[in-house]
């Protein structure tokens, strides 16, 4: 991955930049009315958090719960170490029943491990239902928000998609253009032998599974078909039947600031038997994928409490400024900069500990209140102590400029004169002035501060000074 | 090979945890929090959950009616598929629905009716009517529990839903209706293979934030009241 490179380029992405304030300022201002509508906000998510606290700290006991009551209610339950692993089951299953095609629901877990890469390659075709994810696929890009996968197409871009790929005319108005995917996925729905979705909670005293939606695809993705494969995390586990009623509203209000979501299913094992349609067969499959790992860690273990509601996305100064592209991985915002580095490995993503300005805007809405400046600088320890550990020359020199800065600031005598020093040093850039007096660019090593953003300049008269001047031109303290 | 995933995979988790093999006791720990959501009933707006119902539904794009005894029901419902102009339909046959005899009615008006059975069949049908078990008021919720006489297509694919609700089913919030599917459990019902919330006609914003509806499923949903 590359974060420099990507958030450059998606800052200057005019039609992204539009979309993205456009998304996130609606999300943000729904879920603050949502939230503020709401009596007992704060508690419902101290209980929420609390809740999630001691289902991971027991994930081991619950994760057995769920797998003995999906088995009882008729369903088959699959583990997988990895992403390879989790691929490998699911299109062996398809395999098993002769399938050829395969509807998907959305689900980050199944982008996670690339299934439609793998099903394809198995030579099954997978086509994703969800409108946003749909348009996504027909483009053969990634989705930039969890909750809004296609935020960063115009219409004018899905409508020359549409005709490109689907020989349809082009079509200018959201309506005509949902019309032909629904006739489109309604097909497909149809002709499909299994349906993959994710879920959005594991129960496990009751072994059922829940999937929030507004469309109905994933209503479809799990009626139709005669197989529903569900991929799940295996933090995504809730304890009892009635934590729903708590985290149902917590999440959708939380993501869309809406009261509830049109859809919620709610499915424990598949079609009973005299039911006349539902999956005859059900099949859960419990995804590990580095998450254990994060378990072994207590200052980032609560990472794991996270329930995808994107809200962290929304109100982060960072993701509305460079999108979901720039992480480099499918979770994106605040909770992609503590989550990928962690599950992929943290030389994978070492700068995303970074992309944050430790503001913890994302802290105070996440319904979880996964504190995540602490997280953050936890990780970006991490990164620090490796690169110390492996060394190189800009570990080096980092680690020498804060000696010499620690010298200098803590010997009053050698900070005036330093201050002095480069008040006169910064001279010659001092032409190119930025916005408010900084200074735009400066040589190396200085200019890895200054090819981001400005640096504010010395003044003549230091502070110390001035404020001497104030007290005395007020006669005391002002 | 799953089963030596599994023990992997429980083994990393109690490392992790820093506990020994076999798992600790969930209960053996402090007791996990109450876990009531959300509540809106207020002593005045329990006396109206009817009310109350009816203007959530209005607020997310749901007509609502409501009709009283056997005879106003079935004139209300002839008039809607009439109006409708549908010629077939889908129905759960619940007690409640067989009891008020909407079937045989319907096809006493000349509609074809579709069995679930048929998923491409029901696809062509015009109108899917159901009973709500529960509904919400305080978010205008229609809960629908699945089982041999309720398939799950009825609410789903035809482009019209028509949800019948009888008014005592009518519940304040979100913890008030899963005590009541708790007290199912307890009462040793087996848990049905899925309950639905539908809120709402099917929508989707996914194309620059426009609020389209019926994308996947009915694009209108209609809300009958039985006092
Ligand atoms: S970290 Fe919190 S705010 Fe962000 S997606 Fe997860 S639950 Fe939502």
């Excluded at chain 1, 295996?234 to 009623?245: A, T």
């Excluded at chain 1, 994978?348 to 944050?356: D, G, N, T, V």
């Excluded at chain 2, 009439?82 to 629905?97: H, M, P, Q, V």
Aim: aromatic letters at 6%; hydrophobic letters at 35%.
């Amino acid at each position: 991955m590359n974060f420099e490179r990507d958030s450059a380029r998606a800052v200057e992405d005019k039609n992204l930049q539009r979309a993205l304030v456009n998304v996130t300022d609606r999300f943000r201002a729904a879920r603050k009315r949502a939230s503020d509508e709401t009596p007992g906000w704060d508690g419902l998510r101290n209980r929420a958090r609390e809740i999630k606290k001691q289902t991971i700290a027991h994930l081991d006991d619950y994760l057995l719960q769920l797998e003995e009551n999906v088995r009882k209610s008729g369903g088959h339950v699959h583990w997988a170490r990895d992403g390879e692993e989790a691929r490998n089951i699911i299109i062996d299953i398809a395999r098993r029943n002769g399938v050829k095609s395969v509807v998907k629901s959305k689900s980050m877990a199944t982008e996670e491990i690339e299934l439609n890469l793998g099903l394809e390659a198995a030579g099954i075709r997978a086509v994703e239902t969800d409108l946003g994810e749909y348009i996504i696929q027909l483009a053969g890009e990634h989705p930039s928000h969890i909750i809004a996968p296609a935020i960063h197409k115009t219409r004018h871009d899905i409508s020359e998609l549409f005709a490109e790929k689907l020989g349809v005319p082009y079509l200018s108005e959201p309506q005509e253009l949902t019309k032909v995917a629904r006739e489109r996925l309604r097909d497909e729905f149809l002709g499909a032998g299994m349906g993959v979705s994710g879920a959005n909670f594991g129960v496990a005293e009751t072994g059922t599974i829940v999937i929030v939606e507004n469309e109905g695809n994933a209503r479809l993705t799990t009626t139709v078909p005669r197989i529903h494969v569900a991929l799940m995390g295996i933090e995504k586990l809730l304890p009892r039947f009635g934590d729903l009623s708590l985290f149902l509203p917590l999440l959708v209000r939380s993501a869309t600031g809406q009261k509830t979501s049109t859809y919620i299913s709610l499915i424990t094992g598949p079609r009973r038997g005299a039911d006349k349609d539902g999956p005859e067969e059900f099949h859960l499959v419990l995804l590990d994928n580095g998450r254990s790992g994060i378990l072994a860690n207590p200052e980032t273990r609560e990472s794991l409490y996270c329930i995808r509601c994107g809200a962290c996305l929304n109100n982060c100064p960072v993701y509305r400024k460079v999108g979901g592209h720039s992480y480099g991985w499918v979770y994106s915002g605040p909770i992609g900069a503590i989550i990928n580095p962690q599950l992929m490995g943290i030389d994978e993503a070492p700068e995303l500990p970074f992309a944050s300005s430790l503001c913890g805007a994302c802290r105070d809405v996440c319904p979880v209140k996964i504190d995540f400046p602490k997280v953050l600088l936890e990780l970006r320890s991490e990164v620090v102590t490796r690169k110390e550990k492996t060394g190189g020359a800009s570990a080096l020199l980092e680690s020498l400029s804060f000696k010499f800065w620690r010298a200098v600031v803590t010997h009053r005598k050698i900070y005036e004169l330093a201050l002095r020093f480069s008040y006169y040093a910064q001279r010659p850039w001092k032409t190119r002035k930025a916005r408010g007096g900084g200074l735009r660019s400066l040589p190396y090593p200085f200019s890895r501060w200054t090819d981001e953003r400005d640096f504010p300049a010395v003044s003549e008269t230091p502070f110390r000074e001035r404020w001497k001047k104030m007290k005395r031109r007020d006669g005391g303290a002002p | 090979m799953t089963t030596g995933s599994r023990e992997e995979i429980l083994h990393r988790i109690r490392k992790g945890l820093g506990r020994g093999e076999g798992g600790g006791h969930v209960d053996s720990e402090a007791p996990l929090p109450q876990n009531t959501g959300p509540s809106s009933g207020t002593g005045e707006k329990r006396s109206d959950l009817a009310g109350v119902f009816a203007e959530s539904l209005t607020g997310v794009n749901t007509s609502v009616y409501s009709a009283s005894g056997r005879d106003a029901v079935l004139e209300f419902i002839r008039s809607f598929v009439r109006e409708k102009g549908a010629d077939s339909f889908s129905i759960w046959e619940t007690e409640f629905l067989k009891s008020l005899g909407i079937k045989e009615s319907l096809e006493v008006a000349g509609l074809a009716v579709k069995s679930a059975e048929n998923k491409a069949g029901m696809a062509l049908s015009s109108v899917g009517i159901t009973e709500a078990d529960y509904a919400i008021a305080d978010t205008g919720t229609l809960v629908l529990l699945s089982g041999p006489e309720r398939p799950r297509g009825v609410s789903l694919i035809p482009p019209t839903h028509l949800a019948i609700v009888r008014k005592e089913n009518i519940l304040s919030d979100i913890s008030e209706l899963f005590d009541k599917l708790n007290q199912l459990h307890e009462n040793q019902e087996p848990i049905p293979a899925c309950t639905t919330f539908v809120t709402g006609p099917s929508r989707t914003a996914d194309i620059e934030l426009n609020l389209t509806l019926g994308v996947h499923g009915p694009k209108e949903l209609y809300v009958l009241i039985v006092f």
